[in-house]
């Protein structure tokens, strides 16, 4: 059965509205189908099937999301294999997970993030090896399977974006983020995630951007420190800049992907249900296999 959505919007119109239709679908039709493929555009695929990882709790069947970077239409393109290949992987009943098939490889949504403007090759897990891989055959990586869902779906279609990433580069002024965080309140900023250099490291010149970020923790504003780098982790108590920041209340988000900080984030405030030190202790933890568990780094 194919449902095509009206009107069609580029995928940079989409957000957490869409997101929660796709998620309240797929949960009017769970039991009349084995598996589910979402078409769409490749600019915010990463995000939107990062956030329908978060959002479909207990689930235990496929939904795979696929799109091209060449159109269907061309003589010439990768639709039709992407879309082959999607439908398979949807039929089968090994992987139940939200997946991103692109090109040759089954990617982990919560570990993807799209890497490539012009090959074909659009979309990679950095941290992750892919979920499976196609040649002449099939090859899955059985060890990444998730354990099997543990109950009946769930469907968490509030999500809370009053957060908002930024990426460091040298020489910022910190007056900037100050006045951000001067100017906001408990309502209007959440979670501020950082795009830090290495492994978390900031400047050590700079004592008051790090008394900054702990007057923003004092305000109820989570600090959460990612990194610039494309594979790796935050270790945040690996040098003497990174132990600062924790003194600060920053937490680290490990080796998650922009994409999955921000969404994971998004999810639990959403949630409702939890306080900001909850939220904190929770980044560092598996939900949908989107971090690595700090004792396998």
């Not at 501020?192 to 702990?214: E, M």
């Amino acid at each position: 059965v194919a449902f095509e959505y009206q009107p069609l919007y580029d995928s940079s119109d989409l957000g957490p509205a869409d997101w929660a239709v796709l998620a309240d679908d797929i949960r009017a039709n769970y039991l009349h189908f084995d598996g589910f493929v979402v078409l769409m555009g490749t600019d915010t695929m990463a995000y939107t099937a990062t956030a329908l990882s978060f959002m479909l709790e207990n689930l235990g069947k496929p939904v795979v999301f696929t799109g091209s970077q060449i159109p269907l239409c061309e003589p010439y393109n990768d639709a039709r294999r992407n879309l082959i290949m999607a439908l398979i992987f949807a039929s089968r009943d090994t992987i139940n997970e939200v997946s991103i098939f692109f090109h040759d490889r089954l990617l982990r949504a919560c570990r993807s993030t799209k890497v490539n403007t012009h090959r074909l090759l659009a979309f990679d897990s950095p941290n992750m090896e892919p979920l499976a891989t196609i040649g002449i055959s099939i090859d899955e990586n059985e060890h990444l399977s998730q354990p099997p869902a543990r109950g009946a779906l769930r469907v968490h279609s509030r999500m809370d974006t009053r957060l908002l990433t930024i990426r460091l580069v040298p020489g910022f002024d910190d007056r900037v983020i100050r006045d951000l965080i001067e100017h906001s309140t408990k309502n209007s900023l959440k979670a501020l995630v950082l795009q830090l250099y290495g492994t978390g490291n900031i400047p050590s010149v700079k004592d008051s951007f790090v008394q900054l970020l702990a007057d923003a923790t004092e305000k109820g504003i989570l600090v959460v420190a990612g990194t610039q780098c494309h594979t790796g982790h935050v270790m945040l108590g690996h040098y003497a800049t990174g132990r600062v920041l924790q003194e600060a209340g920053v937490v680290s988000a490990s080796d998650m992907t922009v994409e999955a900080t921000a969404c994971k984030l998004a999810y639990l405030y959403g949630r409702g249900d939890l306080t900001n030190k909850e939220v904190g202790g929770l980044m560092g933890v598996s939900l949908r296999g989107e971090v690595t568990p700090v004792e396998a780094l």
